[in-house]
């Protein structure tokens, strides 16, 4: 320790570890935020979205279903069209002779070739044919809805890593900003040590709260590596392709009401639509299953060819060419009950869908809800934050006056500087919460973009 009146001992050690600590933190700790990385075009984050969607393969399989179920309806749609059908035999028959007055005489053909082309329209099938191609429709129609929400689990997964770079490197900022600080805090502290106007532990906790930054630093400049790499393989690249992102945080408040944002959900959420398209479902397999009660109506036109050669062409016991057209009504009047046990089959499968439409709208009324008070709550952590961090730099702006004064302790300066990292992070922290409770209101709403004049 020195004495005060003293004179320090000159020590070409004293004099050279502050610089030789400088030199280490500028080539090898600060290098460390580029470490792994390689500086990358920007990308929007609507190009990112849109590279999402083209590349996952839940939308591709989603898509795959949807061309089912357009196929599926084409089948379904040819139940209303005529059907042509056609056959052809041959037919070698016994007793073709018969004997009059002891003479063989033939009365019929030895061979028989026959041709028969139909042609039948339903004309009334009990409503069971309009069912099979409603209920093919309305899977058309699920397809379609799981292919939107897919798209937008797809899209919030975006917006989360998107943000969540955002967040990372603000933070490696404001953990860079805190090392260069503690170097400077460290400077002046072995200045004060060199000329005996501090004791030599402001030095050593001066040596020790950057070693901490130092630290959180490395944890930063990972955590920016980890998300980029968690948003490459949301968009399906390689996780080494170099990515850079786009400041598009806002603290802005969301306008939209929170009565408009639950009518909003109950109009566009994924999750209702299909819940509503199984109760229609439920309803048509119901209609279906009535078709039961109903005769079944059919027109046919037949045209027939005859003859005893295999070009049907006529002989001398057969016309060459006949046709009939006719109506058959087919109707099975009892069954013990059969129809009757089905109805109440679909009955019940029809009170089910609609409990369970109920059950997924307060699911979504909670979801709303809970993501509306979150949001709240992020927008009112901006506020308080940021006021925060204007004490905090004000706190540090005197602490360190204060020091260089020699009216405050070391140890003042670095518990201001220690609070104000900790306010920047927080507030970096709110503002990105806040604009992921955004998006996550969004989906909560079935939307992919928020629309304010919905």
Known sequence: MIRRGSKPRFSLRNLLWPVLLLAYAEMVILPQAAWGQVQGPVIPLQDAIRLALERNLDVQLSREEIDFARNR??????????????????????GTTTVVGGVDVTNQDQNEYHFTGTIEQPIFTGFATLSTYELA??????????????????????????????????????????????????????????????????????????????????????????????????????????????????TAPYEKSYESSQETALKYRPEVLDAETQVAGAEQQITFA???????????????RLGDTPGVDGSDFSQR????????????????????????????RLRQAKETLEKVKDTVRLDVKSEYLNLRAAYEAIGVAKKAVVSAE?????????????????????????RLTQAKSNYTNAVAIFNVEVARLIRAMGLEESVESL
């Open 73 to 94: 309806q084409n089948e379904a749609r040819t139940g209303f069209l005529p059907k042509l059908t056609t056959e052809y035999g041959y037919r070698r028959p016994s």
């Open 290 to 304: 009535k078709s039961g009660y109903y005769p079944n109506v059919t027109f046919r036109a037949n045209l027939y």
């Open 394 to 418: 004000e706190n540090f702006r005197i602490s360190t006056e204060r020091y260089k004064e020699q009216v405050a302790s070391s140890t003042e300066v670095l518990d201001a500087q220690t």
């Open 321 to 348: 060419q006949t046709w009939d057209v006719g109506a058959v009504a087919t109707w099975t009047l009892f069954e013990w009950g059969k129809t009757r046990y089905a109805v109440f089959q679909q009955e019940a």
């Open 137 to 250: 429709r309305l899977g058309l129609d699920s397809a379609k809805i799981q292919l939107q929400r897919t798209r937008l689990d797809i899209i919030l997964r975006v917006k989360e890593n998107y943000i969540g770079i955002i967040q990372a490197e603000k933070i490696r900022e404001v953990a860079e900003q805190s090392v260069r600080q503690l170097q400077e805090n460290l400077k002046v502290a072995a200045n004060f040590y060199r000329v005996g106007l501090s004791p030599k532990i402001d030095v050593l906790d001066a040596e020790t709260r950057l070693g901490d930054a130092e630290l959180q630093l490395i944890r930063a400049t990972n955590d920016v590596a980890v998300r980029k790499a968690n948003l490459n393989t949301v968009l399906r690249q390689s996780v080494d392709t170099p990515v850079e992102v786009e400041d598009i945080l806002t």
